[in-house]
């Protein structure tokens, strides 16, 4: 069986260590709380598209530190206390366009579509980022947990929960999260942070497993912070990687109790197949993995449907 990491017996059995800091819990507690301070601010604007039974929105929102967040709102006409699902967005990219994302509002769910701050879509980065970094976002503020480019984004993420969860058309004890990468990240981190999703969907991960992600992959982003760290001494590289501990899926994978789908390439180059196994394999949840021998880091047709079904299934839409 093709694999660039374990064997898959050994990636059966990979729990890497836990690194969470003493205080993790109590940052996030003191992050959580510091946001839900902030106003919401929710603005929808008619998107008008050639869509039988499908009403759209252009819809923002303000993150964490006031950044605008950009997305989309996809609504069943009629809609009524019906699930509703967080889509989050790969790694330098923007939201999937309406006509990508149709089939879970065909199913009967809303949809929110959003923007990862500063990247390739149009929501803002309003945050400060002390210190050099290397190009791209893994290393912006990462000397300090509170100032780290992931802190914001996460709860940018549980702020897109918010929104879903407040919309009339909603039924806030159906949530469910879906992404794919980075966006399958943002799914498990979201899952961890807020206790309403029920249904967390992960399509080959990222931010998983930090410490062997940096040292086994060759390419970026993971190689953002290899290169970050390759002037420094060792007692600066671990400072580093204090830092990163607060934002690996490996550390928050305790705190999710949503049903979690999980998909894994094994020839996957971009997020190593350890780093994701090891996630999975500290999950206490209800919990399923999708393995692919053959594939790399890339979406399948197959988990997407699987993800459909269970959504379908566990909503009973």
């Keep these: 069986m093709p694999s660039i990491d374990m064997p898959l017996t050994e990636l059966r059995q990979y729990k890497p260590a836990i690194t969470a800091q003493h205080d993790m819990a109590a940052f996030w507690k003191r992050s959580l709380e510091a946001l839900r301070r902030e106003p919401l601010s929710v603005n929808l604007s008619v998107r008008p598209l050639p869509l039988k039974g499908i009403d759209v929105f252009d819809v923002n929102y303000l993150g964490a530190g006031d950044a605008l967040i950009t997305g989309e709102l996809i609504v069943p006409t009629g809609a009524k206390a019906a699930p509703g699902i967080v889509v989050f967005?790969?790694?330098?990219?923007?939201?999937?366009?309406?006509?990508?994302?149709?089939?879970?509002?065909?199913?009967?769910?809303?949809v929110l579509t959003v923007d990862?701050?500063?990247?390739?879509?149009?929501?803002?980065?309003?945050?400060v980022y002390p210190g050099p970094r290397t190009a791209g976002y893994m290393t912006a503020g990462i000397e300090d947990p509170n100032t780290y480019y992931y802190r914001h984004v996460f709860l940018d993420a549980v702020r897109a929960v918010d929104v879903l969860a407040g919309r009339e058309e909603v039924d806030p004890n159906r949530l469910a999260v879906y992404g794919l990468s980075q966006g399958g990240a943002l799914a498990l981190a979201t899952a961890a942070l807020e206790p309403r999703v029920a249904l967390c969907m992960s399509e080959v991960p990222f931010l998983c497993d930090f410490a062997r992600a940096v040292s086994i992959c060759g390419t970026n982003p993971y190689q953002e912070i290899a290169q970050y760290c390759r002037p420094l001494l060792?007692?600066?590289?671990?400072?580093?990687?204090?830092?990163?501990?607060?934002?690996?899926?490996?550390?928050?994978?305790?705190?999710?109790?949503?049903?979690?789908?999980?998909?894994?390439?094994?020839?996957?180059?971009?997020?190593?197949?350890?780093?994701?196994?090891?996630?999975?394999?500290?999950?206490?949840?209800?919990?399923?993995?999708?393995?692919?021998?053959?594939?790399?880091?890339?979406?399948?047709?197959?988990?997407?449907?699987?993800?459909?079904?269970?959504?379908?299934?566990q909503f009973e839409m």
């Design 116 to 127: 990862v701050r500063g990247q390739r879509g149009g929501a803002s980065d309003n945050a």
């Design 89 to 110: 967005h790969g790694y330098n990219g923007r939201r999937p366009h309406t006509f990508h994302v149709l089939h879970w509002a065909a199913v009967g769910a809303v």
């Design 234 to 313: 060792e007692e600066q590289v671990n400072r580093i990687f204090r830092t990163l501990s607060y934002f690996d899926n490996v550390n928050l994978a305790g705190r999710i109790d949503a049903r979690t789908l999980i998909s894994v390439g094994l020839c996957d180059t971009i997020c190593p197949p350890s780093g994701i196994f090891g996630v999975y394999n500290h999950l206490t949840c209800d919990k399923r993995i999708e393995i692919y021998p053959y594939m790399g880091h890339e979406a399948s047709t197959d988990f997407l449907e699987l993800c459909m079904r269970e959504m379908a299934g």
